[in-house]
């Protein structure tokens, strides 16, 4: 009996598995889809930048200045494609009061390029025309690479209101052909200066290319003389402080150059009816050994010279003491306080002052920056090297700067003075020591 139940008990474990065994497979379960990733989102691209258009006034028609500013500006408008640089001309003399009345109504530029300090620049800021540019100053680290005494002629009452450009110095030119013929070097002292223009007179020359007619060359023929006697201190004294131009000191930078000169012949005959270019001319033609005046004129004298090389020298010393030649600046760059676009006209002036574009300014414009570069490796001809130079060697260092072109650093008021009274003292209507006098006047005048 055990036997037949084991039996059964496994048949029915059997039978068990054959029916499981017939039982359809079930269906496999398919995969869920993978749940989809959202792509990912893209950030809008940057809205372009607003155009923006700064007019600018220049007086660089035609000149080195004007090839190297284009270049300037190519390069600024390709690094700055939503900002235009317009230029327009405009002739340094009618912007005098040009320049002041468009900027006051709000139709002028801008930026400009126009002169700086007190006679330029000075009016201006008193109009209240001009956008003090101190927090651009600090923003672009500009004092950091400008030479430190081009601020003095932007600054006015402790405010920045552009920067000044086309450093410039003024001293002698000469003809190095008639000085081989006198037998005679660049000299040292002012004696062997008066020296020289009395071999030049007896040799049939024309000694110095003094021609007054605008009246303000005599306005550099001053400075030379006023720098030397007195010295940078004390014409600072003068310029920006109280001293006065009464002074036995200036009524001698007035007697030698205007009265003493003059009468030994040693000026063109009737210096008051020449204008500047014919003095020029004088010079180009070789019938002047030399020619005081700035560097503004070293392009002309390169190319217009007729059969000569040219040298230039300071102007020596009178009694001794360090005679520093004036200098200055041809221009400054500043901006209008009325534009409507501040942030983009400090960016083109940061441009302008930068050490790429101060090569170009050399080497194309041929006029020195105010950026302290070493060009002593740019390509220049051997005279502009030696201003460039110079003017460096002035600014760095233990240099003690160059002296002071009064001109542009005293008021419109002073400067009429110096222009009518030089002439009338070369006339021999005012003596030096009147216009001493009158030059102090008219400080007082613009003072009030």
């Known amino acids: 009996m055990r036997y037949l139940v084991r039996i059964g008990i496994v048949g029915l474990l059997l039978v068990g598995l054959l029916l499981t065994s017939c039982q359809p497979a079930p269906e496999p379960t398919e995969a869920p889809p993978p749940a989809e990733t959202a792509a990912p989102v893209e950030p809008p691209p940057p809205a372009p930048a607003e155009p923006v258009e700064l007019i600018f006034w220049d007086s660089w028609e035609e000149s080195g200045s004007s090839t190297a500013f284009d270049q300037l500006i190519a390069n600024f408008e390709a690094a700055n494609p939503n900002i235009t640089i317009t230029r327009e001309f405009q002739n340094f003399e009618d912007m005098k009061t040009l320049l002041k009345t468009a900027l006051a109504s709000g139709t002028g530029p801008d930026m400009a390029a126009y002169g700086v300090g007190g006679g330029f620049m000075g009016p201006l800021v008193e109009a209240g025309v001009l956008l003090p540019v101190d927090a651009y100053v600090d ?7 400008i030479y430190d005494w081009v601020w003095e002629q932007s600054t006015f009452d402790g405010q920045v209101y552009g920067i000044g450009h086309e450093l410039e110095m003024i001293g002698v030119y000469y003809n190095k052909t008639i000085f081989d013929e006198l037998g005679v070097t660049p000299p040292t002292t002012f004696e062997e200066f008066v020296a020289i223009c009395d071999k030049a007179k007896a040799a049939g020359y024309i000694p ?13 023929t001053f400075s030379m003389y006023a720098n030397n006697i007195l010295g940078k201190e004390a014409l600072a004294e003068m310029i920006f402080g109280d001293a006065s131009w009464d002074d036995p000191a200036i009524v001698r930078s007035i007697q030698i150059p205007f009265v003493d000169m003059n009468k030994a012949g040693y000026l063109i005959p009737s ?12 010079y180009y033609t070789g019938k002047a050994a030399m020619h005081m005046t700035g560097m503004w004129l070293l392009s002309d004298i390169l190319t217009k010279s007729q059969g000569f090389e040219t040298g230039f020298f300071a102007f020596p010393s009178i009694d001794g003491k360090v005679a520093l030649p004036p200098g200055g600046m041809g221009s400054g760059v500043m901006i209008s306080k009325t534009t409507e676009h501040p942030d983009e006209a400090a960016a083109f002036m940061d441009y302008l002052f930068s050490e790429e574009a101060a090569k170009i300014w050399y080497e194309v414009g041929k006029v020195i920056p105010p950026v302290n570069v070493d060009p002593t490796d740019y390509e220049m001809e051997d005279l502009f090297r030696f201003f460039a130079l110079t003017i460096r060697g002035a600014s760095t260092g233990d240099g003690m700067g160059l002296g002071y072109n009064i001109d542009v650093l005293t008021p419109p008021e002073f400067n009429t003075a110096m222009k009518d009274g030089f002439q009338a003292v070369m006339e021999g209507v005012l003596s030096p020591e009147d216009q001493a006098k009158a030059l102090q006047a008219a400080k007082v005048a613009a003072s009030q």
């Open 208 to 220: 110095i290319a003094f021609a007054n007619k605008p009246g303000w060359p005599a306005f550099h």
């Open 271 to 282: 210096p008051n009816s020449l204008e500047y270019t014919e003095g020029n001319d004088l």
């Open 139 to 145: 923003q672009y680290g500009w004092r950091d690479r």
